[in-house]
């Protein structure tokens, strides 16, 4: 790097480091030297409650039966409907109470509570009611339920789409488990305490206390802030509460298929799928696995025998309609269990390669460039509660401005957003919960950290696995040295640190599915040594706003230039550009262009594509952010809102979403 570069990164580090402590993220410099480095040994410890890494071939499942913590198991295969399966889904009113002195346990509330005021489910509470606007303690949700006449004598299973953050649930008194962690399914088997006839009374704690050990993490207490922030979160969205996805009852005969993991790939013109099975109690039998289209029907069909719970198959599609952006074609892939009571599972799945080398990424075997966006799962009063008309508008609005992909920035996104992207032909780079992580806070924390990130790897992809849209694992988005700039010798101690910790997840991640490129986001200044860890180089570059805002463009461009050219020199591998943007306030006009206005950001976008499409190795350019989105009160934040939005927070385009779809459509 030469000068004027280092100096500019030394910037972006320093803007970084304010904008953290504005967000809550950073400790007095003397907390953070007191903190220490970690030992090595201590952070790849926690690692070990990681799920078990799976053989290294496609199409693999784990080891092991069912994953069970806590009294709950880890959610596979959505519960889609079949002939032997159907779902019931919980959402709608349901009782809610907040409890501020967390007293509900003790005082009985999980036998049912009084005192209970409504609320929908999905949704967020916190733009619901004004008591709740900043409430991010404890709260009960209830829901009396009966069961279905025909399910009697079937396993009977509850599912939670995701609830943040932590759950405890108790069906009829009695506790099925708990859960942490905000954006993952999680599910229990109900067969045993589920009433035949009367009602069924589920009840539900939801923790969203914004705690430092959690990922991801409020602010450390007793740190020493710049700009204080409120909520204070050490990250830029609003953290709300609530069961935000449906509460999903469903039924399976007593054998059941308990996972799928389907690996294709395209050889010499036709497709080959294969799947691997694995069912309950250790089953012995035949199973007919079929590839199946709307139109021709069964296209390709294997029996297999299923040893001990465990099977493969194979199957040739020939001929064969891949899956791409601009043919989203999806097959079902059909399997039954030759039992008495048979099961029989459908998955949709797309026939589809993804490859990364150093001359860039490859679907089906053609150059692929990502343009899009990191997004949010924000909306007005809905929070981060699913939304069926927003993600259907949202990704109208990607196909109306030419984006091909999204990230889900900074969490994994609903099943229902994967589920649609599958079918809009949307690419999803699929990211963990794990956004600003610091590195110089106490052992402990991170460890719990690095315990809960573990975790929540390997649910991600034990829900996602299958879908064709998901083309690469996030591991983290900017994690950061988390110290002011101290000696080259504690800036060593803490990049080494980093590595500790990232190593063994990139190790799993890898070993789980060998199919997809794993990355890490990072920003600026972020060590290069933890985005060497990542298949192709991804990086954050906030030139023209936190560094040179309101510089010339030539300026602007010239850095960014030059930080591309570095990564890619350093790395020798493929780059793309995660994020770049400016805050904008829609209706805001400025000639010439400056800062906010709706001139500035489009005018930033184009530079920014420019020299991006004119560097071979660069695979693609996701401008931040899709929309504007709610995130905690502070002076960086006018209206409590992230403005670097293309679109309102309303989705009504501002000029650069105009400028985008004139470049992306070219
Ligand atoms: C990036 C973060 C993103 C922020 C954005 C910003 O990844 O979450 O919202 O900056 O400051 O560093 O707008």
């Not at 220490?36 to 078990?52: K, L």
């Not at 339920?145 to 789409?161: A, C, E, I």
């Not at 997840?505 to 789980?512: K, S």
């Not at 190795?617 to 952010?625: C, E, I, Q, R, S």
Request: hydrophobic letters at 45%.
């Amino acid at each position: 790097m030469d000068a004027a570069a280092n100096a500019a990164a030394a910037k972006d580090a320093e803007a970084r480091l304010s904008r953290r402590e504005m967000l809550g993220g950073v400790g007095s410099a003397a907390a953070l030297l007191a903190a220490g480095a970690v030992a090595p040994a201590a952070a790849s410890a926690a690692t070990s409650t990681a799920a078990a890494a799976t053989p290294a071939h496609a199409g693999a499942l784990p080891a092991s039966g069912p994953a069970t913590r806590g009294g709950q198991r880890m959610a596979r295969l959505y519960p889609h409907e079949s002939a032997a399966r159907s779902t019931r889904d919980l959402s709608g009113f349901w009782g809610f109470r907040l409890d501020p002195r967390d007293e509900g346990e003790a005082s009985g509330w999980p036998q049912g509570f009084s005192g209970a005021r409504t609320i929908p489910v999905p949704a967020s509470w916190n733009e619901l009611f004004d008591d709740a606007a900043e409430y991010f303690g404890t709260a009960w949700y209830q829901k009396e339920f009966l069961l279905d006449p025909g399910w009697r004598g079937r396993r009977v299973y509850l599912r939670f789409g995701a609830a943040s953050y932590r759950a405890r649930a108790w069906l009829n008194g009695q506790l099925l488990g708990e859960h942490e962690g905000g954006h993952l399914p999680f599910e229990f088997d109900v067969s045993a305490l589920v009433r035949a006839t009367g009602p069924n009374r589920l009840v539900v704690l939801v923790d969203n206390a914004q705690r430092e050990e959690r990922v991801p993490a409020a602010s450390r207490p007793g740190a020493g802030f710049n700009f204080p922030s409120y909520p204070g979160v050490t990250f830029d969205f609003f953290p709300y509460g609530g069961l935000h996805r449906p509460v999903l009852l469903y039924s399976t005969p007593a054998t059941a298929i308990e996972d799928i993991a389907v690996h294709t790939d395209l050889v010499a013109g036709h497709g080959i799928v294969r799947a691997g099975l694995q069912v309950s109690g250790g089953w012995n039998g035949m199973a007919t696995v079929s590839v199946e289209s709307a139109a021709a029907g069964a296209v390709a069909q294997v029996r297999v025998a299923v040893r001990a719970g465990r099977a493969e198959a194979e199957l040739v599609v020939d001929p064969v309609r891949p899956w791409s952006p601009e043919d989203p074609f999806l097959y079902t892939l059909v399997v039954r269990l030759a039992d008495a009571q048979p099961d029989e599972y459908r998955l949709p799945i797309g026939i589809r390669t993804i490859v990364v080398d150093k001359d860039g990424l490859r679907l089906n075997g053609k150059p692929l460039f990502l343009a899009g966006f990191g997004r949010h799962e924000d909306f007005p009063i809905h929070g981060k509660g699913l939304d069926l008309p927003v993600l259907v508008r949202d990704y109208e609005l990607l196909k109306w401005i030419g984006a091909n992909s999204f990230r889900t920035s900074h969490y994994p996104y609903s099943d229902e957003a994967l589920m649609l992207a599958d079918q809009y032909g949307l690419l999803v780079i699929d990211e963990s919960p794990a956004v600003s992580l610091g590195f110089g806070d106490p052992d402990p924390v991170i460890a719990a950290r690095h315990a809960q990130h573990a975790r929540a790897l390997a649910e991600m992809h034990a829900r996602d696995k299958n879908h064709p849209c998901v083309i690469a694992w996030s591991v983290a988005n900017e994690p950061g040295i988390g110290a002011p700039v101290g000696t080259p010798a504690e800036h060593a101690a803490l990049v080494e640190r980093g590595l500790a910790y990232f190593r063994p997840l990139f190790t799993d991640m890898r070993a789980r599915d060998p199919s997809r490129p794993v990355v890490l986001v990072s920003f600026g200044t972020g060590p290069d040594e933890w985005s060497a860890l990542g298949d192709f180089i991804c990086t954050n570059l906030y030139f023209g706003w936190y560094v040179a805002g309101g510089q010339p463009g030539e300026v602007v461009r010239g850095l960014l230039e030059k930080e591309l050219d570095r990564l890619h020199a350093v790395h020798g591998k493929p780059v793309m550009l995660t994020e770049f943007g400016a805050d904008t306030t829609a209706g805001v006009h400025a000639e010439p262009a400056t800062m906010w206005s709706e001139e500035y950001q489009s005018q930033l976008m184009e530079l920014t594509m420019q020299a991006v499409r004119a560097r071979p190795f660069m695979v693609g350019a996701h401008p931040w952010a899709f929309a504007d989105f709610r995130t905690a009160q502070g002076i960086m934040r006018s209206g409590g809102l992230n403005q670097k939005g293309v679109f309102t927070r309303e989705r009504q385009p501002k000029l650069a979403a105009h400028t985008l779809r004139r470049l992306w459509r070219a």
